[in-house]
């Protein structure tokens, strides 16, 4: 499942001792609103982001879109990494910005003699809206296995949960009914709905192990 799907607040890390992360921390520290979690580390609204990023790196950015795969390890940066991700989360809400003093940082990764670019970020938090994947039908079948589960409460169509919890919850439940017969008087089998709801989460996201929003309707 694409990650853009989900996150709703990403944290993501700039270095102090690379010269564009560092003027970029700087600009957003001076030109921008924010709310600040430490000394180092500041929570801003990715509309802001964006104007701040097109109206100082516009021809930056726009050299770097031109310029071809090929050449992204000599070309790409922070700003322009940024700026596309704003663009690729559809959900997304907040950036929390990280800097780091670590001077042994380094994107530029080799894998079987080929340069590769890496640049980390972590899913804080993301929205899971049901009915966004299950028909009606599906939920009144899938709600109420959740609130036994208590991933859910009875009646109330949204809860907060670590992902791994969310995840842990289901593989228990999963593994003591794989066994069991399906009643064939249920028009639903709620097996494949809780395994479906499993394999919407990326693999890449639940080594962050995000908060989670899910919301379902009834």
């Known amino acids: 499942m694409n990650i853009s799907n989900f996150p709703t607040v990403v ?13 970029l921390w700087v600009k957003i520290k001076n030109d921008m609103d924010y709310i600040e979690v430490d000394e ?11 104007k701040l990023l097109e109206t100082n790196y516009s021809s930056m950015i726009n050299k770097i879109k031109s310029v071809g795969s090929s050449f992204l390890h000599k070309q790409v940066n922070s700003p322009y990494f940024i700026y596309m991700m704003l663009g690729d989360l559809n959900n997304l809400k ?7 003093y ?7 990764l ?4 080929d340069k ?30 959740l609130e036994e589960l208590k991933i859910l409460e009875d009646g109330v169509p949204y809860n907060r949960i670590k992902l791994m919890d969310l995840l842990d919850i289901l593989d228990i439940w999963v593994n003591k009914e794989i066994d069991q017969d399906f009643d064939e008087d249920n028009e639903i089998d709620p097996m494949p ?4 709801l499993m394999d919407l989460i990326d ?10 929003l899910l919301v379902t309707d009834y």
């Open 11 to 23: 944290d993501v890390t700039l270095y102090r001792y690379n010269h564009l992360d560092n003027r």
């Open 40 to 50: 180092d580390s500041v929570i801003v609204d990715i509309d802001q982001l964006r």
């Open 94 to 100: 907040y950036l929390k910005i990280t800097k780091s």
């Open 102 to 108: 670590d001077k042994e940082f380094t994107r530029l």
């Open 110 to 113: 080799e894998s079987g003699g």
């Open 116 to 145: 590769i670019l890496k640049f980390d970020f972590k899913v804080l938090s993301m929205t899971i809206r049901l009915h966004d994947w299950f028909y009606t039908k599906e939920l009144k079948v899938l709600n109420p296995i």
């Open 193 to 196: 709905l809780i395994t479906e």
């Open 203 to 212: 693999p890449s996201i639940e080594r962050d192990n995000p908060l989670v």
